[in-house]
Each structure stands twice: as structure tokens, then as C-alpha cells.
């Protein structure tokens, strides 16, 4: 079955060809649903299309892309036009034009400018990375694109319906615990463990380290004692397995393609974790 998952941005780790394998996973009614690391929000539209709970939270600690949602959310049509400016520069000298956008210092930037900017980025940059320099400053080399598709309008006005109920907010995934109560649904979606050394983890300027995911682990249990439904995806490595050994433990096959080695391209296992 073809779902047709609707996303306005690439992301590392996107959950689009995951979804058919996560459908016998979810809950049966979500009511409540909450996503502390929504990325390119592929799991979050499905569940709004399918099972069109009553509350949205979604959040990230990357302050950019929480700014285009909520661009998306309140002021489409303003966004599709600068992104028509965005792609019609770009068409007469792509390499230049690239540069110049990401150089641009987006401190006096309107939100719905700075939402442009992203996106347009995020379409034209090497593989959709996000990834920042320790000063916060994009620094993704541009991508081997023909004709990228920049303005996407049916997308973002779809997406901007489907946003129409969503709360937004720059946060750090700990602070969930404080928001949700009793059959809520949170999924976890974070920077994965490393495989290996060229893994990638780098979606803002604070790195995820393994104190972050052994706190994540913390985080679930004081959500599963709440009595929340719980799901998070990660990587098939020992440290996670370890982690969450008292929960049930799926596999899952997906074909990632970021890497920055070749060898690390193709199908790999994941796992999803769940305490229901």
C-alpha cells in the first residue's frame, strides 16, 4: 500500500519507509499523541491522518526547523512565495546563488524568512544532512541535484492542514515527562547510536552522546510508570538492546543512505521498542 506520507524536508533517519512495518506497532487508539524529536515528521502526519487524535505536541531542540513547522502551520502561502524567489535564483546560477543563502547571517531574518531559507537548504544541500559547525552555523556543501523541487506547494498546503491542531516548541526531549499523563502515545525518534564511527549524529551543534541515550532510557522508564504507551526507534547495538532489555524489542529492516561511507549504505536492522 502506498500511504503517501506527505514531508517538506529530507532528514537523517526519516521514517517514511518504515511506516508499513510500524503500522502493526502502533496502538490501536491514540487519543494524546506527543513527539519530542519530530525530524521530518513522517510518523506524526500519519498519525494524524489515521487515527486523528484529539491533542498534538510535537518538539525538537533545533530551533530552525520547529520555526518552519510553525511557518508551514500559520503562514503558507507567504512561504510558497519566497521559496518560488528561492528557486528562481537559484535556477540561473545554482552554485553561487547556494552559497550565498547559507553564508547569510539569519540573526535579522523574519521567522517566515528563516523558514525559507531552511527549507530551501534543506532541498538543495548534500543528501538533506542538517548539520552545524560549533559556532551553529549551516555548513552542508551543496547537493548533485537536476532540478531539485524546492516549492513543493501541494505538500506544504497539505501539511499546513494537517498542522492546524499541532502545538510546537523548541525543547529538550527530557521535558516531555512534565506534559503528558496516563494512555498518552509518545514516540521516540532520536539521533541514533552509532554502528559505526561514520554514523550520523550531528543534527545541531550538541552532539547526542551516550549519556543522552542512557538519560532517554531513564526518560521511558518514568513515562512506562506513568502509564503512558511508549515507542522509540534506534539503532540494533548493544548499548541500546542493553538499555532497554526489559521492553519488548522489534527489528525492523530499513535502507539508510546517509553515510559518509559507501559501505555503510544499503539495508540495515533497526529496532523498535515499545511497553505495550
Not at 239 to 253: A, F
Request: aromatic share 14%; net charge positive.
Amino acid at each position: 500500500m502506498n500511504l503517501n506520507i506527505p514531508k517538506f524536508v529530507k532528514w537523517a533517519g526519516g521514517k517514511t519507509q518504515l511506516i508499513e512495518q510500524f503500522k502493526p506497532l502502533f496502538p490501536s487508539k491514540i487519543d494524546r499523541y506527543f513527539e519530542p524529536f519530530v525530524g521530518g515528521g513522517a510518523v506524526l502526519f500519519y498519525v494524524i491522518e489515521i487515527y486523528s487524535p484529539k491533542k498534538v505536541f510535537i518538539s525538537d531542540i533545533n530551533e530552525e526547523l520547529i520555526n518552519s513547522y510553525k511557518i508551514v502551520k500559520e503562514d503558507v502561502e507567504n512561504l510558497i512565495s519566497l521559496l518560488k524567489k528561492h528557486a528562481k535564483e537559484y535556477s540561473k546560477e545554482e552554485k553561487e546563488y547556494y552559497y550565498k543563502i547559507r553564508a547569510l547571517d539569519v540573526e535579522n531574518f523574519t521567522d517566515l524568512e528563516r523558514a525559507a531559507r531552511f527549507i530551501f537548504l534543506n532541498r538543495t544541500c548534500f543528501n538533506g544532512l542538517y548539520r552545524v559547525n560549533s559556532k551553529g552555523k549551516f555548513n552542508v556543501p551543496i547537493g548533485r541535484y537536476v532540478n531539485p523541487d524546492i516549492v513543493r506547494e501541494d505538500v506544504l498546503r497539505r501539511i499546513n492542514k494537517l498542522l492546524q491542531k499541532v502545538e510546537l516548541r523548541v525543547m529538550s526531549f527530557e521535558k516531555i515527562v512534565g506534559l503528558v499523563q496516563q494512555d498518552d502515545f509518545v514516540y521516540f525518534d532520536p539521533p541514533y547510536w552509532p554502528i559505526n564511527g561514520t554514523s550520523f549524529t550531528s543534527y545541531t551543534h550538541l552532539d547526542f552522546k551516550k549519556e543522552d541515550q542512557e538519560k532517554l532510557a531513564e526518560v521511558f522508564k518514568e513515562l512506562d510508570k506513568k502509564g503512558c504507551k511508549i515507542m522509540l526507534s534506534n539503532s540494533d547495538t548493544k548499548l541500546i538492546n542493553d538499555l532497554y532489555k526489559n521492553y519488548k524489542i522489534k527489528i525492523v529492516k530499513a535502507t539508510r543512505m546517509i553515510n559518509s561511507k559507501v559501505e555503510g549504505r544499503g539495508e540495515i536492522n533497526e529496532v523498535v521498542i515499545t511497553n505495550y
